[in-house]
């Protein structure tokens, strides 16, 4: 949880960079986000991935994102960051009413069955908003996306 809410508080100071970009992603996505030895660059790592080839599952760490392949940005990108809100919750952003230069998200959340929470997180573009409230939305639920 603290991981989500780390990143999403990040996310409002709006510095965008590679390294929250792929940390946001591992955190969501699953793995975890490292800088290469080789070339600097922040990729995202997973062990217990199948090897294609051999069909058995490799217990070493394999490269499963790097940076580059980051078609969208989270802090600028609707679609990118529409990605994020857990399950099927509902959201909602805005211009924020204290500060129309800012916008302002709000993202649900279930807590236990039967009951509906909202959070709320802000951000200088739509985007970062919807990012930030969706990483404590996450983090409240405890909901990590799982790829098929």
């Excluded at 699953?30 to 922040?42: D, I, K, M, Y």
């Excluded at 217990?48 to 392949?69: C, F, N, S, V």
């Amino acid at each position: 949880m603290t991981d989500l809410m780390e990143l999403a508080s990040r996310v409002e100071a709006g510095i965008a960079s590679r390294e929250l970009e792929m940390r946001i992603k591992a955190a969501v996505y699953g793995g975890v986000a490292l800088q290469s030895p080789f070339n600097g660059e922040w990729c995202i790592y997973r062990a217990g991935t199948t090897d294609a080839r051999t069909g058995k599952i490799m217990e070493r760490p394999r490269l499963i994102a790097h940076a580059d392949w980051l078609r969208d940005s989270y802090m600028t990108s609707a679609d990118a960051a529409m990605q994020l809100p857990p399950g099927d919750e509902c959201w909602r952003v805005g211009h924020d009413a204290d500060d129309p230069s800012w916008f302002m998200a709000q993202c649900s959340y279930t807590p236990e069955p039967g009951k509906m929470g909202f959070i709320v997180g802000r951000g200088d573009t739509a985007a970062a908003a919807l990012t930030a409230a969706a990483l404590r939305a996450r983090a409240h639920q405890g909901t990590v996306h799982v790829e098929q």
